[in-house]
């Protein structure tokens, strides 16, 4: 974790906008020459890759949204979800079973979290999907630990000076949920209204949800 900085290994990287990278072609390439090299081996199937398919399907950033919006309507949940969030979301319906722990952050008025995976790209996919292809580039990768407010601007995101932003890296054993702050005039609102707010790049630490 860090507070504006974290120590990492320097990687070559692109500055360009990390919001607008797209995956690399040879990674493309590479997956299906594996895929294709596991079903000729036997080692994998057809239908094990299609069932793979469609369990990743159904896993979309929706999920973590309505984690988010019941915590911020019922503060027990909330500390459930603080204190165990893969115990949470399988109290919410949410499978979580064969998958890393998760540790869900809350963001405060003083304090911000963004999410990285500075070796690879590590990620509660059981509970957002698959993750944003910028969020395994290394650009960001490498760039999030050391100038996290030029990545969150590049975002939209621009906070006071006085909030702390601490870059918490996610590894194999751990991930990370982030629990962003309810926007101002939200008060009223029903679980799904707030659940609409949520996006997944609030729940990485990107952005913040806004109520309008």
Known sequence: MSADHHDHIHVG????????????????RLERAVRELLVSKGIIGPDDIRHQIELMDSR?????ARLVARAWTDPAFKARLLEDAKKA????????ANTAAVMALENTDKLHHMVVCTLCSCYPKAILGIPPAWYKSSAYRARAV???????AEF?????DDVEIRVVDSTADLRYLVLPRRPAGTDGWT???????????SMIGTTVPKAN
């Open 191 to 201: 679980e799904e209204m707030l659940a609409t707010i949520v996006g997944r790049d």
């Open 89 to 96: 979301a399988e109290e919410a319906g949410i499978d979580t």
């Open 13 to 28: 990287h692109d500055h360009g906008p990390i919001a607008a990278q797209e995956p690399r072609a040879e990674f493309r």
């Open 156 to 160: 939209g995101t621009v906070l006071p």
């Open 146 to 152: 050391i100038e996290p407010r030029k990545v969150l």
């Open 60 to 64: 979309n950033p929706a999920m973590g």
